[in-house]
């Protein structure tokens, strides 16, 4: 493909047009589904009437422990299952 030439740009650009007035409506329409569902969410979750779930936690039960890296190229992150052995008055398990 000869890139220098203007007729090749011509050719690319015309196809890049009819691409783009394919998929942008498209595009549009997911992007104005998304914000309904997030102003939906919102509406739900500030309304008063949303309650998150309450988790009951006993001892002896066991629970994943997640760690996430301090920074994007540390690779040591995962899931480590560990026991409960006490549950404190302030809610703070200890495992």
Do not use: C
């Not at 942008?24 to 509406?43: D, F, K, R, V």
């Amino acid at each position: 493909m000869d890139l220098d030439s203007p007729t090749t740009w011509a050719k690319v650009i015309v196809e890049r047009v009819a691409l783009f007035r394919k998929v942008m409506p498209m595009a549009m329409e997911n992007l104005s589904i998304a914000q309904h569902q997030g102003t939906l969410w919102y509406a739900h979750t500030q309304g008063g009437s949303y309650k998150p779930k309450v988790r009951q936690f006993d001892v002896v039960d066991f629970v994943y422990l997640q760690w996430q890296p301090n920074d994007t190229l540390d690779t040591s992150f995962g899931f480590t299952i560990l026991r409960i052995k006490v549950i404190r008055l302030s809610s703070v398990l200890e495992l």
